[in-house]
């Protein structure tokens, strides 16, 4: 399975983009890219899925380039809310249940 | 209404001692899981049911044993619990067994002493 590295912290202020790469070297040509976010004594809630290029939703936008082996979790005006952990993911198409965490970003929004 | 609740939110338990956790989903997803997250935040799936069937058993000792009486719920029993044990356990759900989102449960917050 595909593994995912991407930045232990991450710093914003209220109201500034946020971008959060995740590098996933091996992905496999079934993979799909996932990204969840939990908050302190929550469990994680999916964000946005992606196979290739760019697909945006009501809360983040997910870009990833043609060789598929990074991709880019957009936030746009962050708020104090935000403050989350942010789990990059690589799902195997009929496996889409297992998911294999990595360490996640932990994304501190500062007023 | 909680689409996924899991009960109890906290448990607090000696070594040795056995314990369960429950999980319902009212989400009339067919999948169901368990996951365990330790206290460096990593989540590892443990277990997986689609439809009462146990689909994914990830190297769990056989003291962790799941059942499924329906497809809305998903019990964890924890036999002889040892240190390692403590830990949240989140159950989760989704509409199959392939891509899609999944839903979690508030965690239930394991300590043993």
């Known amino acids: 399975l595909a593994k995912t590295t991407q930045p232990i912290s991450m710093d914003s202020y209220e109201g500034q983009e946020v971008n959060i790469t995740c590098s996933h070297n091996?992905?496999?040509?079934?993979?799909?890219i996932t990204w969840y976010q939990q908050f302190p004594s929550q469990g994680p809630r999916f964000i946005i899925q992606?196979?290739?290029t760019k697909v945006t939703n009501e809360v983040a936008s997910l870009f990833i380039p043609a060789d598929r082996k990074s991709s880019t979790l957009s936030l746009p005006r962050v708020s104090l809310s935000d403050t989350a952990v942010y789990y990059c993911l690589v799902t195997i198409y009929n496996q889409g249940g297992k998911l294999i965490f990595g360490q996640g970003t932990e994304l501190s929004v500062k007023p | 209404d909680t689409a996924v609740s899991q009960t109890p939110k906290y448990l607090v338990t000696q070594m040795g001692n056995d314990k369960s956790i429950k999980c319902e989903q009212n989400?009339?997803?067919?999948?169901m899981y368990w996951y365990k997250q330790d206290s460096k935040k990593f989540l590892k799936i443990m277990f997986s049911?689609?439809?009462?069937?146990?689909?994914i058993n990830e190297t769990v000792p056989n003291r962790f044993s799941p059942k499924s009486p329906d497809k809305a719920h998903l019990n964890l029993h924890i036999n002889s619990l040892e240190l390692g044990d403590s830990a949240v356990y989140f159950c989760?759900?989704?509409?199959?067994?392939?891509?899609?989102?999944?839903?979690f449960g508030e965690g239930s917050r394991l300590t043993v002493l």
């Open positions: 989760a759900s989704s509409h199959s067994t392939g891509l899609g989102e999944l839903f």
């Open positions: 989400l009339g997803h067919d999948t």
């Open positions: 049911y689609n439809n009462k069937e146990l689909i």
């Open positions: 091996n992905i496999a040509t079934n993979d799909y």
């Open positions: 992606g196979y290739k």
